[in-house]
């Protein structure tokens, strides 16, 4: 189920379905936006008391219009949404850090102007209503997970402060994640194991539910493919299992990872993992080319692997609880005995480049037989020139393939960790999108080398960065933390024919670069589904629109009086219909914008 849409005269909703998040999109026709106020959205959880999803806006003079006192002047009831999408993830306000998963109703009303320029009542008779299972994704035999990624977020700032810890300070190496991290404005205490579930989302309980299965039956062993190592929890799971014998770990030992005093986390791990384990448990360091960059677990029987868990999160605090990430699930034999195949040729050539891409499993495109997981392909780099740029070729013409002649605006939605720099074609693919007017696209990077906002009647795409420079929000918004010197976005994904009769998503560890494909230890995918492709398209909603807000604030200057910040910025909702005119513009991206997604 890509989406369900439910229509009221001339107001039709469709909800897209994603991981644990809905994406709510409206339409009316032109004439029924006149004197349109925005849109109001009533969330029902299941066996939870219904609420309005809360606008970071209000009116300027809320008294001037229809309100209702019993809850804020920012709730959607009394601010309706000057948008004809919202993106509802729980968890971020109504239901703090404990979220609630099963059939959600949203009632989605459009709201209005009289001629004085004031918010009408609601009318319950525009109304419409979707219902909408909101769960972490799964499907046949695949599952997905996304980390929050969102410490630079107003939900992140009321949940735990701007100056929250994400690790105690110091080098401890196996910390209790148990002890007390901080307290909020609220004056609420919190752990670290607080932080990390609302952090590490279903990223985070896909990975933890692998381990406890594995950890529960005595008949099973773990084979894991790591890059970055350091989450406390993760470290201790895998060194429970290597003192039962039943964990291999293939651990990256480039510099970033391993020197000669073995004083990096991945090092100490080492140290602890050979002293616990019990054959035939056993760690591997290399590096191939480059790096050992696949993040992988392999639950296996007797009778051989069963499932694996892949995709771009490394198994560390600042890939599980900082950076933008996701994880796949195949609970499919063919699939993970493939990913077990690789381990154990890693396994026997020492992780050696060479023998590795001159081998099959470098050289082939792995199809699955199996009707318990949706098409898709995978390869294992490293692999020589040629195969590699066959593979990264192949993925731009299907990104053209979106804005070919005759068609209807294509679509493309893509979160990759660097564009600025790297060989290979996809890149410049990448970068220079938004400048085709035939592709609707949306992306973010944390280098993209330039950034491109929305720009008012005009339908090139939009591209952003996930480290914006030093922002300053104005009232009514909290300040937000940076990200320092790492990650934000660390996705490799890419989107192509949302909504289409052709969606397919590229994803993995693969950093999508020529030489990577040729030097590092990854795996690509490309899955030829509609409800993957839109989990995936919602994803990159989240970030790109999240990054866009935060990338036109990034020039502001502070300003000491806070109500006349607001006023000056225009952060109040505007009191005409204004707002909703480039949605009916075809030569808008809003419009562009509105069509596809509604």
């Known amino acids: 189920m890509a989406s369900v849409q439910a229509s009221n005269g001339k107001l039709s909703v469709r909800a897209h379905q994603g991981d644990a998040k809905t994406l709510l999109a409206f339409d009316l026709d032109k004439v029924s936006a006149r004197g349109l106020a925005g849109f109001t959205i009533q969330v029902e959880p299941p066996g939870a008391t219904p609420y309005f999803l809360l606008n970071n806006l209000q009116f300027e003079t809320p008294a001037n219009h229809a309100q209702d006192p019993t809850v804020p002047a920012n709730s959607s009831i009394n601010a309706p949404f000057h948008k004809f999408r919202w993106l509802h993830i729980p968890g971020l306000a109504h239901q703090g850090t404990q979220v609630i998963f099963g059939k959600y109703r949203y009632t989605v009303t459009p709201r209005y102007f009289d001629d004085n320029k004031s918010l009408r009542p609601l009318d319950p008779s525009r109304s419409a209503t979707v219902k909408v299972d909101v769960q972490p994704f799964e499907k046949k035999g695949v599952s997905l997970g996304f980390t929050r990624g969102f410490t ?3 939900a992140f700032v009321r949940h735990f402060g701007l100056k929250a810890l994400i690790r105690p300070k110091g080098k401890t190496l196996l910390f209790d994640t148990s002890q007390e991290s901080g307290v909020n404005a609220k004056g609420e205490r919190y752990t670290y ?10 990223a985070r309980e896909k990975i933890f539910a692998l381990l406890d299965e594995v950890a529960a039956k005595k008949t099973l062993r773990l084979d894991v493919f790591a890059y970055d190592l350091n989450e406390p929890d993760v470290m201790a799971a895998l060194l429970k299992l290597a003192k039962q014998g039943r964990v291999r770990v293939i651990l990256d030992n480039a510099a970033l990872h391993h020197d000669a005093t073995g004083t990096k986390p991945e090092d100490r791990f080492e140290a602890l993992f050979s002293q616990a384990a019990k054959k035939p448990a056993a760690i591997l360091r290399g590096k191939f080319g480059r790096f050992a960059h696949d993040k992988v677990f392999i639950v296996s029987r007797k009778s051989g692997a069963q499932k694996v868990l892949t995709g771009s999160t490394n198994l560390s605090v600042t890939g599980l609880y900082v950076n933008s990430n996701h994880v796949i699930v195949f609970d499919d034999p063919k699939v993970a005995g ?5 381990f154990e040729s890693v396994w026997t050539d020492k992780a050696q480049a060479a023998k590795f891409r001159n081998s099959d499993l470098a050289k082939e495109t792995f199809t699955p037989a199996s009707k318990a997981v949706p098409p898709l392909e995978i390869t294992f780099s490293p692999h020589d020139e040629t195969f590699a740029k066959k593979i990264l070729d192949d993925l731009v013409t ?3 393939k979106e804005g070919r002649a005759g068609k209807t605006t294509g679509s493309v939605l893509f979160a990759v960790m660097e564009l600025g720099s790297g060989t290979g074609p996809v890149f410049p693919a990448l970068r220079g999108l938004h400048t085709n007017q035939k592709i609707f696209s949306y992306g973010i990077s944390d280098n993209p080398d330039g950034i491109f906002l929305y720009k008012p009647e005009s339908k090139t795409g939009v591209l952003v960065t996930g480290k914006p420079g030093k922002t300053v929000l104005p009232p009514p918004f909290n300040q937000v933390p940076s990200v320092g010197l790492g990650h934000q976005v660390h996705h490799k994904f890419v989107v192509c024919g949302f909504n289409g009769a052709d969606p397919v998503v590229y994803c993995g560890s693969s950093n999508l670069a020529l030489a990577g494909e040729q030097v590092n230890g990854d795996n690509l ?9 839109t989990v995936f398209a919602l994803e990159a909603l989240a970030l790109v629109d999240h990054f866009h807000f935060l990338n036109k604030a990034s020039t502001k200057k502070p300003v000491v009086s806070k109500p006349q910040a607001a006023v000056a910025a225009g952060w109040f909702l505007s009191t005409t219909d204004r707002w909703a005119a480039p949605y009916f513009d075809p030569a808008d991206l809003h419009s562009v914008d509105r069509q596809l997604f509604a």
């Open 525 to 533: 995918l490309a899955i030829h589904d509609a409800d993957v492709a």
């Open 338 to 342: 493939k990913y077990a195949s690789v």
């Open 193 to 202: 194991a607080d932080e990390y579930r609302w952090l590490g989302f279903t």
């Open 152 to 154: 630079q977020s107003q």
């Open 398 to 400: 299907r990104v053209d």
